[in-house]
């Protein structure tokens, strides 16, 4: 029977106070807010250290119920955990900055274009550009089939869990992907999971493959084009969608009164989650696969 909980090594990226007075944990490798459970609460040790982790920037082992996103326990990795830990979770070399943004005053007539606006030096390792609309629709329905809620075989093995959008974006987008994040005060992204039930689903950042989509515009000769950035997020969509309206996406407030996107971050395709101010990397692919092997048989509702 599938289960939502694990235990493995974080990093704490924030500890602050979210609704209710209640004590949320923000880990760089789980995009889930996290609050103690009733026993580790109870424990005094179980927050002094998670503080401790947070203040010397270390790793900590953790047991957590993704599900209900509960801690259920705190301890002290061994030494060959941290070992194996540091090996896996390479620092990405000369992240972008990531880049504050209020996203009801984007103005999607600009904000989505490349040419006039999103100059990423992250373009300038992939020149590459998606000819047209038809063809990004296909590398999206490519990834979509790759669900693990649909019967295999699959083209690319590990399947994909989109049927769980509570977390594991970061193991989802694979190649060039763009993060969202809320770190101000208690805020975070708030999205309703239609294709999976129609429950709301929070996070602190998430993830997803951004794509520049050469776009011909009816009307205007063949020469003049325009090149768009557009996501590809199975998890949330049914097709590419415009940069401005994956983020609008996640600013649902009939889900969460504060839903805000705070920043946004656009990486080259090696970085894999956040990393104190940076971002990490899985180089061999090793958190990806474990992660998209632990959530296959779960579901968002």
């Known amino acids: 029977m599938a289960t939502a909980r694990e235990t493995d090594l974080v990093t704490v990226a924030a500890v602050r106070t979210g609704d209710r007075k209640t004590v949320e944990y923000l880990f760089n490798e789980r995009q889930r807010i996290y609050v103690l459970a009733d026993r580790a609460a109870a424990d005094d040790q179980s927050a002094r250290r998670l503080k401790a982790a947070l ?6 082992k953790v047991a957590l119920n993704a599900k209900r996103g509960t801690i259920e326990r705190v301890s002290e990795p061994t030494g060959r955990e941290l070992d194996a830990f540091t090996r896996v979770r390479v620092p990405l070399e000369k992240p972008e900055k990531i880049i504050p943004v209020e ?6 007539t600009t904000f989505n274009f490349v040419d006039l ?3 990423s030096p992250t373009f300038r390792l992939c020149t590459k550009i998606v000819p ?3 063809k990004a629709k296909e590398i999206f329905d490519f990834c979509a089939q790759l669900s693990c809620n649909l019967p295999g075989p699959y083209a690319v093995t590990p399947c994909i869990p989109f049927q769980y959008v509570i977390d594991g974006c970061y193991a989802r987008a694979h190649q060039m992907r763009r993060f969202s ?4 005060n208690n805020d975070r992204l708030a999205v309703k999971a239609d294709k999976w039930g129609g429950c709301c689903v929070t996070w602190w950042y998430h993830v997803a493959p951004l794509i520049r989509v050469r776009m011909h515009l ?3 000769p063949k020469k003049k084009s325009l090149v768009v950035a557009m996501v590809i997020d199975p998890g949330m969509f049914d097709k590419p969608v415009l ?3 994956w983020l609008s996406a996640q600013e649902n407030t009939a889900c969460y009164a504060n839903a805000r996107v705070t920043s946004y971050s656009i990486q080259p395709g090696s970085a894999y989650t956040p990393s104190g101010g940076g971002f990490s990397t ?5 958190a990806t696969e474990a992660t998209l092997i632990a959530y296959k048989n779960l579901t968002t509702c």
């Open 282 to 286: 899985d180089p061999n692919y090793t």
């Open 117 to 119: 606006y999103l100059k």
């Open 181 to 184: 994040f809320a770190t101000a």
């Open 132 to 134: 047209r609309y038809a």
């Open 243 to 245: 940069l401005s309206t």
């Open 55 to 60: 203040a010397k920037k270390r790793p900590i």
């Open 218 to 220: 009816k009307g205007f």
């Open 103 to 108: 996203v009801a005053k984007i103005d999607p």
